[in-house]
């Protein structure tokens, strides 16, 4: 009980409580750590694998080959008597480097076509959208194929430009929508008027303002440019056989399905799908993340 005099009157009554602090929400609810976690085990092992690579990758024991998994050879060996432990990591950095090289430059080509698009006049910007349509409407493993096929036999630095200048379309449709709501805005027109010109307009002020909106698009592209690169060498115009990665280890799975060799195809495989799902986790967290922020403005 406690009184107070207030105008003359004691006002009499209980103390109320006070009212309970809202509880923080933990830091890692609602984030895929174990995607991320895996994902970064994956990368890591793949750019450390000379540290515990039993065996050469790349040696021919024909004195062993599609030998099941054992204790000398962790993951078997494939036809041809290579160890497939330390293929699997060696050639995941292969793999790795292309999805994001790949998307580094489909980034760039969609970030660069996109912003010209938004900024351009409006008979300029039907115009490329229209090109930007016609591109999209072309099935993109097609389009990998026939690009791959001019250029002749494949090499991770082909394989990737490939990947990327074909996966840029839906990214800068995205990117152009940004540019035009921001093109108006006060910083966009005194940047102009202190004689700023497009490329320092569009990487200082115009990308840092639409990045989030992209991450996800960004992020799945990665998964895109690895299974592009699989389906290639599965398809036998990849990546030769004698340069490791995920997709040439899986271009033998007809070989290995026909002598039983199951690990030759399982587990090159299952290293594939569980970063393929990593990725996909991840990005789909980055698209909630950015539909959140975009309704709360």
Not at 100 to 120: E, K, Q
Not at 183 to 203: D, K, N, P, Q, T
Not at 209 to 225: D, E, G, H, K, T
Request: glycine residues 8%.
């Amino acid at each position: 009980m406690e009184g107070k005099l207030e105008n003359g009157f004691v006002r009499v009554g209980i103390r109320p409580a006070p009212a309970p602090e809202p509880r923080r929400a933990k830091w890692w609810r609602g984030k895929p750590l174990f995607s991320m976690a895996l994902l970064a085990l994956i990368a890591l092992g793949c750019l450390c694998c000379e540290l515990f690579m039993p065996k050469d990758p790349a040696y021919m024991d024909l004195f062993h080959y599609s030998v099941a998994p054992c204790r000398e050879f962790l993951f078997g060996t494939d036809t041809m008597g290579r160890d497939i432990f330390s293929m699997i990591w060696y050639g995941g950095r292969v793999s790795l480097c292309i999805g994001f090289l790949a998307t580094l430059i489909s980034t760039f080509i969609a970030i660069s076509f996109g912003a010209l698009s938004g900024l351009a006049p409006k008979w300029l910007d039907g115009l490329l959208m229209r090109a930007a349509e016609i591109w999209l409407s072309i099935p993109n493993l097609l389009l990998v194929v026939l690009i791959q096929a001019i250029l002749g036999k494949a090499n991770v630095l082909s394989i990737s430009v490939v990947i990327g200048v074909t996966g840029w379309a839906s990214v800068a449709k995205v990117v152009r929508t940004e540019v035009r709501q921001m093109r108006g805005s006060e910083y966009i027109v005194a940047a102009r008027c202190m004689g700023a010109g497009f490329w320092r307009i569009l990487w200082r002020h115009l990308t840092p303002n639409f990045l989030s909106s992209i991450m996800f698009m960004v992020v799945m592209n990665v998964r895109s440019a690895i299974v592009a690169e699989s389906t290639l060498s599965f398809m036998g115009i990849g990546l030769p056989l004698e340069i490791i990665s995920w997709g040439s280890m899986l271009s033998l799975s007809e070989k290995a399905l026909t002598s039983g060799a199951w690990w030759i195809i399982l587990i090159p495989g299952a290293f594939l799908l569980a970063t393929l799902m990593c990725v996909t986790s991840i990005g789909n967290y980055l698209r909630k993340s950015s539909n959140r922020e975009e309704s709360k403005l």
